[in-house]
């Protein structure tokens, strides 16, 4: 089960304990769910306040760039 929603980064990261990583393009949120082998997509909601939930990625990864740690 996936969480929806964080309010940082490093709670996300936490999470999914490992590393986020950012799309350099949209500023969408990737983190490799290693138990299940997926990405997922989050993104940060209107004044980041909030991370939520966006979906699994269903395809190969943008160009990304490390976001935490």
């Known amino acids: 089960m996936v969480l929806k929603t964080f309010d940082d980064l ?21 983190v490799y769910d290693k138990l299940h082998h997926q990405w997922h997509q989050y993104r940060w909601a209107p004044g980041k306040r909030e991370i939520v939930y966006l979906g699994p990625s269903s395809s190969e990864l943008p160009l990304v760039a490390q976001a935490y740690p």
């Open 10 to 30: 490093p709670a996300l990261a936490a999470a999914f304990d490992g590393t986020v990583f950012q799309d350099i393009g949209d500023d969408t949120l990737f």
